[in-house]
């Protein structure tokens, strides 16, 4: 009994420094800090239908967020906004000026005059992946079903409404198609 005691705990022992050297390695790894692009980028890679408007910058966007800086007496574009009130000023008058707000989540990422301004100059793209691919370009042997069929044996004739897959049903689960596609559902010869 004694030698299991032992036996415990050293593995009590070899634990404990495995996870007190995960936990320092953990602590030294340099933190990286996110910036406007790289949430953007973020953004990008995860895909669609992102709850945003659309937003095309003018040309002179950098001009009318220094104006409306400036009517605020915010200077220099590398000016700290740690006042709330005044970082709430600001972002609603850009917001009069550009009408394009601030979403929630990256009001705490804008900390400089510089960061609204990169913020109000870069562009929101809302289109879905599939509906930019039809403004592309594809090669002559690559082709894109947009409008896809779906095989019900009761309406389609092709194969004499026989289909490879005898025991297996169409269904449409999704609201949204349900008055577009017809589902089916296959006769089964046992319960």
Same mark, same amino acid.
């Given at each position: 009994m004694a030698a299991n005691l032992r036996k415990?705990?050293? $593995?009590?022992g070899s634990l404990h420094k495995c996870f007190a050297t995960a936990a320092k390695v953990k602590k030294s790894a340099p933190i990286k800090s996110k910036t406007l692009a790289a949430v953007g980028e973020s953004i990008a890679a995860k895909g669609f239908l992102r709850p945003h408007k659309p937003y095309a910058p003018p040309s002179n966007a950098a001009e009318r967020v220094r104006s409306v800086a400036g009517s605020l007496q915010l200077t220099s574009d590398n000016r700290k906004l740690d006042n709330l009130s005044e970082k709430f000023q600001f972002l609603s008058a850009c %917001? /009069?000026? $550009? /009408?394009?707000?601030v979403p929630n989540s990256q009001v705490h990422e804008l900390c400089t005059v510089a960061d609204v301004i990169? %913020?109000?100059? #870069?562009p929101v793209d809302t #289109?879905?992946?599939l509906d930019a691919l039809r403004r592309t370009d594809l090669p002559e042997n690559l082709h894109i079903q947009y409008?896809? $069929?779906r095989f019900n044996p009761e309406t389609d004739t092709k194969f004499n409404g026989k289909t490879a897959f005898p025991k297996s049903s169409t269904l449409v689960t999704g609201l949204k198609y349900r008055g577009?596609?017809?589902g089916h559902e296959a006769k089964r010869s046992w319960p």
């Open positions: 415990s705990q050293n $593995l009590v %917001f /009069q000026e $550009l /009408q394009h707000g990169a %913020f109000y100059e #870069t #289109t879905a992946p409008e896809y $069929l577009k596609y017809e």
